[in-house]
């Protein structure tokens, strides 16, 4: 069965993009990227086949990684990467366009997240 980026993996794949290229932009030079979708996670590691819909996106993830900086992608439950996911919801909820916005600070939506980081507070992982 082929993997494709489809619904929530197409969009975190955009923002993969969007990230690294942010990243790279900033001068950063190592990068670690957690993702929560294992679809989206192995269609990067593995890469799509050429007639693939995703082929150009993970191509262009593919292309900002062989850049001259160390980039880890590691696959994260979604429950200890909340802050991220609270910060997607919010952004989708304002909007149907794709679109980035830098926070300063965090955004007051996500202080009790960062909170609970802070003291080590774990999140179960709900399972049925």
């Known amino acids: 069965m082929k993997k494709k980026f ?14 690294l290229k942010l990243a790279w932009d900033l001068g950063c030079k190592k990068v670690k990227v ?27 993830i593919n292309g900002l990684v062989r850049r001259d900086w160390l980039v880890e992608f590691s696959h994260v439950f979604r429950e200890s990467n909340r802050a991220a996911d609270r910060l997607a919801h919010l952004g989708h909820s304002h909007s149907l366009e ?3 916005k830098r926070f300063s600070e965090p955004p007051s939506a996500i202080t009790d997240i960062l909170r609970d980081d802070l003291a080590g507070v774990v999140k179960q992982r709900g399972v049925a």
């Open 6 to 19: 489809r619904g929530n993996a197409s969009l975190e794949g955009c923002f993969i993009v969007h990230g």
């Open 34 to 60: 957690d993702i929560d979708s294992g679809n989206a996670l192995g269609l990067v590691r593995n890469g799509p086949v050429a007639n693939d819909p995703a082929f150009a996106l993970v191509s262009e």
């Open 98 to 100: 794709l679109s980035v």
